[in-house]
């Protein structure tokens, strides 16, 4: 037998003779590791000491078979010394703690690529543990119960320690990556799961999954003092959360909103980010009448509308869809009167609110992410948006003054604002003709004139959008635009106006027929 340095290190008793076992007992050998892998000589994290002992470990695993790891499931306390291990192992290969408010570390920092190697050796470490226990599943004495008992004393930290090294981070190196997703498809494999989903909510309607387990044990790692400290945190929480939809979400909403809401309010934009998009996937994935429970939904209205006033474009990309998908919600909740003046509906206050910041924006890259927002405001507020018609007027008709770069992003979400408020406020479209006409008559003459580098289908998608807009006020009018644009044709000099003009020509006049009327939020 080689005899490891491990071993020798460790006051372990051998038994002699023929038929001796080759290595001690494993109720002797991972107890004492335990001990000696917290003992004063080795506490420096990284050092060679532990750096040799997980190594000679590994080797250990590899070396014995699973009868040697599990025993005898009766009585036996090893699947609570595994337990040990795998949280000692998973904290010796955390990522190093960051200061409070200090920001994470660059990607080439030195302790990152510490962290990787020790992450390495531990993932071969875990790795082993698995494929012993898979083994185990048709060995003779053991059997799928017996490894269910070790498997989930392991599980929940396993999976973190996954998940926390696979992913593709600055932390992270490509051989970390790879063994840690490994060993997430072996943990997997061995509970019998096809996917990350599956093994989070289980496999059966009757089976709990892990979700709850893995909740808990991040659960001292989420709290306000402590989140920022270890920057992989955040990303096992919400990568994890992403993984669980409806109906599995609603149970656990108390363990997952507080934390979203944390990081909503943290003062880096990226970190904002991340809360957003997790409050945004609990509200499509848990029940609204859950969510309207404690007030619950109203404070995480009020935590999104705090956004509203933030300059960065990436975050209001996230936050404006978030907060279209919460207002049905906090329409419908219990409690709120059927008839409330406009200024205390919250679709009415958060469109009022965002058309008071698109009006004076000069920033291009805010006024597109707020222009392709916009339409599905008008979508949801249906014929109430004609509350809001005189300053959504003057901002429709202020964007499609300004050239928005090749793309026309902003140009061609105003169109599809226009048309969506023309169907729905139709009766209120004969008073506005003049100004609406004339801003799209300038943007089709702009749009042929124009010398810039924008795409031939950029621009033919500006005159159809002009064009069907053209077409609507037309309807709606009862042939009003016809008759000002009346010899308009004839004296146009180029020949895609002269096109969309005659499609606005040859429409047959006929009165604007809506579409059957959405009841208001």
Request: hydrophobic share 50%; aromatic share 10%.
């Given at each position: 037998m080689e005899r490891h340095s491990l071993l020798n290190s460790l006051q372990l008793t051998l038994p002699e003779g023929q038929g001796a076992p080759e290595y001690p007992p494993v109720e002797q050998v991972l107890p004492q590791f335990l001990q000696l892998f917290a003992g004063v000589g080795t506490q420096q994290a990284g050092s060679k000491a532990r750096t040799g002992m997980v190594r000679d470990?590994?080797?250990i695993l590899e070396a014995v078979d699973c009868q040697?790891?599990?025993?005898?499931?009766?009585g036996n306390p090893t699947p609570l010394v595994l337990r040990d291990l795998v949280v000692a192992l998973s904290t010796y290969a955390a990522l190093p703690q960051q200061e409070h408010d200090g920001g994470e570390l660059p990607s080439k920092d030195p302790a990152y690529a510490a962290a990787a190697d020790r992450a390495a050796d531990v993932s071969l470490v875990f790795r082993s543990i698995l494929a012993k226990v898979e083994a185990a599943k048709g060995s003779e004495g053991l059997g799928c119960k017996a490894v269910g008992s070790f498997v989930c004393q392991v599980a929940g930290p396993m999976y973190i320690?996954?998940?926390t090294h696979a992913a593709e981070?600055?932390?992270s190196r490509p051989r970390t990556r790879s063994l840690a997703q490994d060993l997430l498809e072996g943990l997997l494999q061995v509970w019998g799961c096809q996917s990350v989903p599956e093994f989070l909510r289980g496999a059966a309607e009757d089976e709990e999954g892990w979700f709850a387990v893995v909740m808990q044990s991040l659960k001292p790692e989420l709290t306000k003092e402590t989140w920022q400290r270890n920057p992989a945190t955040k990303h096992v929480f919400s990568w994890t959360l992403q993984q669980v939809t409806r109906p599995w979400l609603g149970p656990h909403l108390e363990k997952v909103l507080p934390p979203s809401l944390l990081l909503s309010d943290d003062y880096r934009i990226e970190n904002k980010i991340l809360g957003v998009q997790c409050l945004h996937h609990i509200i499509l994935n848990v029940p609204g009448a859950d969510l309207c429970q404690f007030n619950r939904a109203q404070v995480v209205h009020h935590a999104l509308s705090n956004h509203l006033y933030s300059k960065e474009a990436q975050l209001m990309q996230v936050v404006l869809?978030?907060?279209l998908d919460l207002l049905p919600i906090l329409e419908r909740a219990p409690g709120r009167p059927s008839r409330q003046p406009p200024s205390a509906v919250p679709s009415d206050k958060v469109l009022?609110?965002?058309?008071?910041?698109?009006?004076?924006?000069h920033q291009l890259a805010l006024r597109r992410v707020y222009a392709k927002n916009l339409p599905a405001f008008v979508e949801r507020l249906g014929i109430q948006v004609a509350r809001h018609l005189k300053r959504l007027q003057r901002v429709i008709v202020?964007?499609?003054?300004?050239y928005d770069g090749p793309e026309e992003t902003a140009r061609l979400a105003m169109l599809e604002t226009l048309k969506r408020t023309i169907q729905h406020a139709w009766p209120r479209m004969a008073t506005r003709l003049a100004v609406l006409l004339q801003a799209l008559l300038r943007l089709m003459w702009d749009t042929v004139t124009d010398r810039s580098p924008t795409p031939e289908p950029v621009t033919a998608a500006l005159l159809q959008g002009a064009t069907e807009c053209l077409l609507l006020l037309d309807r709606c009018s009862h042939?009003?635009?016809?008759?000002?644009?009346?010899?308009?044709?004839?004296s146009c000099q180029d020949d895609r106006l002269k096109e969309c003009l005659r499609k606005l020509e040859e429409e047959p006049a006929e009165s604007f027929i809506p579409t059957e009327p959405r009841r208001g939020f």
């Open positions: 470990l590994f080797a040697w790891l599990l025993g005898d499931c009766q320690f996954a998940v981070k600055s932390w869809p978030c907060l009022r609110l965002v058309l008071t910041h698109m009006e004076p924006e202020g964007y499609l003054e300004v042939g009003q635009v016809k008759v000002l644009l009346q010899g308009v044709q004839h």
